[in-house]
RNA sequence: GGACAGAUGGUCGAGCGGUUUAAGGCGCCGGUCUUGAAAACCGGAGAGGGGGAAACUCCUCCGCGAGUUCGAAUCUCGCUCUGUCCGCCA
């Protein structure tokens, strides 16, 4: 499953080391992400390897010293028969020197394949969501003088979400926007990515929407999250976001760090097939197989990564802002973290069928874990090193339609549009 | 999908079994010269990893993966990608 194993074989040594200085704060990270102690593990298949890779390396250095001497002796007309019974002999061992490097090679990239990214540590420590902590409240939800309805109520009524069609289409978590909703879901992609390359300087980027595994290991879907995304009969995946289109354009590259930050922005059709979500938000567009979202990635020098991450947040924030949206910035605890993540703010906003907040965005720093993956690397004249990675949603469409759909409904069952989505709506003050 | 051609360092490009530790040009960095610059001349410069306190030393990498050989950028096989032409197609 893994791609190209060997691919990445020595880019995550360098953790390696890490582990091996500092074993015990190592195993506290990964307990705090609700993952085994394994450091002890790493170190000893590290140094079996390494050790191989002695002994590996001497006999190559002898082969290659024979190999020149015959060179040598065949070119002054001696004789070199001796010589290549020895080199006959020697090279006998290193075929399964290899092997055995190969063995412990592979053993040791899939378990680091495997393990979670390590928190920062102003990362609050829980088991779960639970844990997480709010920062920020902005906005006031708004309130009703009647009962609000569901989005997929409102929706249906209106004659512009049809959950029924889709199911004859597609099946259980697709949706099918009609006219005036149709025409919002396009109004506010470009709301977003104007916001976002105008007043935040990303730049606008369209992205394949299917992607190789490499890509998929690179941003950490692979190798243990295969089951959360959809493959093609040809080998290839369909993004669960564009993070992954987007934030695999550095892969394998040496960025000249005056280049740094890299800002990009990207709308995409995104793809999860909602394995173990069974009986979850059924209703409506909140979790779907298919959903349409801006996201927002930053490349940049590792000592920016926080920085970067208020950056962008503040950014994602700003969509809501606009819109009129009430919402709340909310610290995600190390057991609530994406695999990729050591630091991740979720923007939930207000529902108020639900009268609760729901996630619509979620901003992480993936610090260098991406980029080990990818090889993804910066230079100057005075340093060098593995960049650091940041994606964000900004936002995730479907919800920003649930919110829109709930937060400005009218007794009436009708919708208004909030002001700065007008000119995107041709002018369209309400829906119905 | 079919046919042919190709893939070499930042880039262009030589090499087609053994001084290649990858020629040479361009670009880049440093120096000499100059009031400064250009030109000219001299020098430097890839990535990853092992050992070592360090000086240093060794290994791997010429698209990727196997193979032949004492020795592979060079020969063989498979794959990927790029180009050109044909077919199909939004």
Redesign the pocket.
Known sequence: MLP?T??FI??V??DV?RIRENPESFDKAMESRNFRPVAAEIIDLDAKR?EV??R???T??R??????A???A??NGEDAAAL?RE??EI?QAI?QLEKEEAAFAEKLNELLASIPNIPLANVPVGRDETANVCVRKVGEPPKFDFQPKPHYEIGEALGMIDFADAVKISGSRFTILRSQVAKLERALKDFMLDVHTKEFGYEEIGVPFLVNSECMFGTGQLPKFAADSFQTTDGRWLIPTAEVSLTNMVRDM?IPAAKLPIRMAAYSACFRSEAGAAGRDNRGMIRNHQFSKVELVSVVHPKKGEEELERMTKAAETILKKLGLAYRVMLLSTGDMGFSAEKTYDLEVWIPSENTYREISSCSLCGQFQARRMAA?Y?DESE?GFVSTLNGSGLAIGRTIVAILENYQLANGKVTIPEVLIPYMNGVKELG
């Open positions: 190209q060997l691919f020595f880019r040594m360098q080391k390494r890779i002695a590996l390396q001497q190559q250095s082969r290659n010293e024979i190999a020149s015959i060179g040598a065949k070119k290549e080199a006959v090279k075929p040496i690397r230079k060098k």
